[in-house]
């Protein structure tokens, strides 16, 4: 499948995975709407690395229905069609039963969720509307290897990428008929800001030695694997692609 002329808008793209998934996609001819909460050095350093032409920034706080709605007005004035909508955006923060507070956990519940999935189900509104009209696009939510794997530290976050994961298929079962393919892909753990304090020291140690590899994932396979998901056939849609290095299936 040809980038060329295909316009992706990409949350959370610019640190991390978002980062990697706005290179691969510019780099294959793609015109990549790179979407930041506040980052604003780094979303520009996103966009001045991406190769061609044509590429936007937008600030949008995908927890902010407003701001969601606006995101897609302000891209279907610059843009022709919607072709990609990649879900990345998303947070994860401890708040393990047995330690946090009560206030804290009440807290961690709500920005979890609110981050990493009823923002992902409005940007998916918005853009279902906008590949309606046009009778094409893809949707692809990035997820987790916790939402199978459990998140015994994070609970929030591993319910609000299991809820991610149903979200998908069910749109993907919704919309096939109207030609919009929606999927998923489930990353362990991958070497960006949100896994840094994780990976390092022991702790580090015991998560790498997880895979038979011995090491996280680089932000760059993951990358890879939402674009084979962007170039899969219609008749994958609904899927969820596990890419963790081995260590976890799930059957
Ligand atoms: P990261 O390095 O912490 O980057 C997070 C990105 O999301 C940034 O671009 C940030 O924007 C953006 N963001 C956060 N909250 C937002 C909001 N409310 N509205 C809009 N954008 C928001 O994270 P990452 O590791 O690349 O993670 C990307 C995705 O992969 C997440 O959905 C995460 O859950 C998932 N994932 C990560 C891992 C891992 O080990 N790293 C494993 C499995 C799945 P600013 O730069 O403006 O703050």
Request: glycine share 10%; with cysteine; aromatic share 8%.
């Amino acid at each position: 499948m040809s980038l060329k002329n295909k316009n992706i808008v990409v949350t959370g793209g610019s640190r991390g995975i978002g980062r990697a998934i706005s290179h691969i996609f510019a780099s294959k001819g793609g015109r990549v709407t790179v979407v930041y909460k506040s980052n604003e050095e780094a979303a520009l350093a996103t966009l001045r690395s991406l190769d061609g032409h044509g590429h936007t920034l937008q600030k949008c706080d995908v927890t902010n229905p407003g701001e969601v709605e606006e995101l897609f007005e302000k891209c279907s004035a610059k843009i022709g069609s919607l072709d990609i909508v990649i879900n990345n955006a998303g947070i994860g923060y401890h708040h393990p039963v047995d330690k946090a507070s009560y206030e804290e956990w009440q807290k961690a519940w709500k920005e979890v969720l609110a981050a990493n999935l009823v923002g992902p189900a409005n940007v998916a509104f918005q853009a279902a509307q906008w590949m309606i009209r046009q009778g094409h696009g893809k949707i692809i939510n990035v997820t987790s290897r916790g939402a199978f794997r459990g998140e015994p530290d994070q609970p929030a976050y591993g319910a609000s990428k299991a809820g991610l994961n149903s979200l998908t298929q069910s749109l993907a079962h919704k919309l096939a008929s109207y030609g919009i393919f929606v999927g998923a892909v489930a990353p362990g753990f991958v070497e960006t800001d949100m896994a840094y304090s994780r990976l390092q020291g022991a702790s580090g140690e015991i998560i790498k030695a997880q895979s038979p590899m011995n090491r996280v994932a680089t932000p760059e396979e993951v990358a890879q694997a939402v674009y084979l998901m962007a170039r899969a056939n219609q008749w994958m849609t609904g899927g969820i692609f596990d890419v963790n290095g081995a260590s976890y299936f799930r059957t």
